[in-house]
């Protein structure tokens, strides 16, 4: 399985950005799936991004328009760029690897899940 480290997270205003970093423990198939998951105190674990392997990529509604996801497949790394933070995004971020993103939204990884990077959005 594919171990995943993740990193970048912080202590931000609302307004403010974060770049978090993802990196994969072995390369990476072709048609592999990487997504950033993130979990708020008490509530599930949600998938917020994914990206394929040729670039495409999928956002949650709550975080459109505001983060962007990218990956480098030749360092199997992804990235996830956080604009115009709120609170609500307070969360420990995560990323994994699966190769649909339907299944991805209901946890169907194959990846071992990380320690998460704390985020947390506050004035």
């Known amino acids: 399985q594919v171990q995943l480290v993740e990193s970048g997270g912080g202590l931000v205003q609302p307004g403010d950005s974060l770049r978090l970093s993802c990196a994969a423990s072995q390369t990476l198939f072709s048609r592999s799936i990487m997504g950033w998951y993130r979990q708020a105190p008490g509530k599930q674990r949600e998938l917020v991004a994914a990206v394929t392997s040729d670039g495409s990529t999928d956002y949650a509604d709550s975080v459109k328009g505001r983060f962007t996801v990218s990956r480098v497949n030749a360092e199997n790394r992804m990235f996830l760029q956080m604009n115009s933070l709120k609170p609500e995004d307070t969360a420990v971020y995560y990323c994994?690897?699966?190769?649909?993103?339907?299944?991805?939204?209901?946890?169907?990884?194959?990846?071992?899940w990380g320690q998460g990077t704390q985020v947390t959005v506050s004035s």
């Open positions: 994994n690897v699966g190769i649909s993103i339907p299944d991805m939204k209901y946890g169907a990884v194959f990846g071992f």
